[in-house]
């Protein structure tokens, strides 16, 4: 897997805010170490929009809206992300299971 820490720009189209966010990506092996970038980036735009929308969202209202939420904005991320950078990018060579080792 391959793991992307980002920063986000993100504005809220009604009402002209900047949200900044950080958010992760991660994605499996593909054949091409491109497209495994991109499903990381992906991701990590998904976990941005999803951030910044809980910040002015009640829990209720994402509810109700996670319809309208998931076909619209999720699915145009690039929409709504002004700007992003990122920070860090690395393989994830071991993951430990749950209940694997640490415990009594």
Do not use: P
């Not at 992760?24 to 499903?39: A, F």
């Not at 700007?83 to 690395?90: C, D, H, K, L, P």
């Amino acid at each position: 897997m391959i793991v992307l820490l980002v920063v986000f720009t993100i504005s809220h189209a009604t009402a002209r805010e900047v949200i900044v966010v950080k958010a992760e990506g991660v994605s499996k092996r593909y054949d091409s170490i491109s497209e495994v970038k991109e499903h990381a980036l992906d991701m990590a735009l998904r976990d941005a929009l999803t951030k910044a929308i809980e910040s002015f969202m009640t829990r209720d209202a994402m509810t109700a809206y996670a319809g309208i939420f998931d076909s619209v904005i999720l699915s145009n991320t690039k929409e709504y992300v002004l700007n992003y950078r990122v920070t860090a990018e690395g393989w994830i060579t071991h993951i430990q299971e749950a209940g694997e080792g640490g415990g009594e």
